[in-house]
Every structure is written in structure tokens, then in C-alpha cells.
């Protein structure tokens, strides 16, 4: 098990703002990921990490970005947010093995 | 690419009620994890199967790794409301995972 934090919880921000979701862990885990899932739809996979300065694209193609400067944090970034990037957003660790445990969600919403 | 399939996409059942989900792939993996994804919070890991064949248990909450290596079931018995949920199965193996579409379980008192 391990610690995961993600903040804010929500948001609402107006279209064309830079917004910054952050993602933090405790426990040192170099696995590390941020999904997007609409309300009561799929998971889908958009940033992972596997240490510091390792980024990759998930399944889904998101114009958000991430960086992973220190281990323990992994921020997800959109430059100009805009309606459709409107969904929660979910940051993830992953053990040695292949389980993943999940932060609380970020649910943004772009007026 | 691989297909993997959840049934049934949704289920209403009574309180009290026994369920049965499974999942279906076209790919053969080493590892089937379960997670249960409460409203408005992040999905939780129910139960892990690492064997082919094998059969584990959390509590209400039973589990079998298929013996093709390509599916899973899950049963809940005498469910309760707080059983409420999605339940995604996520099969992995080597560096590769993936998530199931959900089954959305709603219980009715």
C-alpha cells in the first residue's frame, strides 16, 4: 500500500487558463501514472513514468503533459484548458508487481 | 490489437443477491487484477490472481484466473449496498496492461 495525494480535488477554471494537477506519493515508488475517465466510463491511460526524467505517452493521446523532476511528485499540466478537457483525472503508483494503487481523482471542469 | 471484453456492461440486482462478472480477452496474460471504483473516488484493488487455475477469496469476494490464461471471473455473494460500484478487471503481462471497459453494479434495497 502507499500514500497517494492528488490536488485539487475539484476545479473549475474558464477556458484558455494554464491549470497544473498535482500528484504526490510517500513511499518512493518509481512507477507512476495519470488516467482520464469520463463519469462511469473506461479508464484511459494518457502520461506513465517508471523514475525521474522517464515520461511516456499512454494509450490515449491527451494534449496535457507531465513532468518527473523528483520521485515523489508527477504533475500533469494542459497549457490552455479548454471544454473538452472536462473529466477526472486519476494519478496511480505502481508496486513491483504489477498492482496500482489510486489517488482521490481530480474532477475538472472547463467553462 | 487486443480485445477485452467485461459482462455484463451493467447489472441492477437485490440487496442479498449473489453476482457474477467475468472478463475476456483476446491475449493471453500472467497476471489478472480486480478493482473496485467507488462514485467520485479513484478505483481500489479488490483481489490479485498470479496462476492459472487459481481460485482466491477476500472475504464476500471470490475470484478464479482462467486456466486459458485469457479470462476471469468475479462473484460477490449476498451483496449490500455499498457494493455499489464499477468493477474493472486489468489483466497484465510483461510491461503491458490494461484496464476492462467495467461492469457498473447497482444493488436495490
Known amino acids: 500500500e502507499a500514500d497517494i495525494y492528488q490536488t485539487p480535488r475539484y476545479l473549475v477554471i474558464g477556458t484558455g487558463k494554464k491549470i497544473t494537477l498535482e500528484c504526490s506519493q510517500t513511499?518512493?515508488?518509481?512507477?507512476m501514472y495519470w488516467y482520464q475517465q469520463d463519469p462511469g466510463m473506461e479508464l484511459h491511460l494518457i502520461h506513465y513514468?517508471?523514475?525521474?526524467?522517464?515520461?511516456e505517452k499512454g494509450d490515449l493521446s491527451s494534449e496535457s503533459t507531465v513532468s518527473r523532476i523528483r520521485t515523489e511528485h508527477f504533475p500533469l499540466t494542459l497549457e490552455s484548458a479548454r471544454p473538452s478537457h472536462t473529466s477526472q483525472y486519476l494519478c496511480?503508483?505502481?508496486?513491483?508487481?504489477?498492482?496500482?494503487?489510486f489517488g482521490p481523482g481530480t474532477r475538472l471542469t472547463v467553462t | 490489437g487486443q480485445q477485452l471484453n467485461q459482462s455484463p456492461q451493467s447489472m441492477f440486482i437485490q440487496e442479498g443477491e449473489d453476482v457474477s462478472m467475468n472478463c475476456t480477452s483476446s491475449?493471453?496474460?500472467?497476471?489478472w487484477l480486480w478493482y473496485k471504483q467507488d462514485p467520485g473516488e479513484g478505483p481500489v484493488l479488490l483481489i490479485a490472481?498470479?496462476?492459472?487455475?487459481e481460485l482466491t477469496s477476500n472475504g464476500r469476494l471470490t475470484a478464479q484466473f482462467g486456466i486459458t490464461r485469457k479470462d476471469s471471473f468475479l462473484n460477490i455473494s449476498a451483496s449490500i449496498p455499498s457494493d455499489v460500484g464499477i468493477y474493472f478487471c486489468?489483466?497484465?503481462?510483461?510491461?503491458?496492461?490494461?484496464f476492462g471497459p467495467g461492469t457498473r453494479l447497482s444493488v436495490l434495497p
Open positions: 490472481l498470479y496462476k492459472a487455475g
Open positions: 491475449s493471453i496474460f500472467n497476471t
Open positions: 496511480a503508483i505502481g508496486t513491483g508487481t504489477y498492482e496500482q494503487y
Open positions: 486489468a489483466p497484465s503481462g510483461g510491461q503491458n496492461f490494461v
Open positions: 513514468s517508471y523514475g525521474v526524467n522517464s515520461t
Open positions: 513511499m518512493g515508488h518509481d512507477k
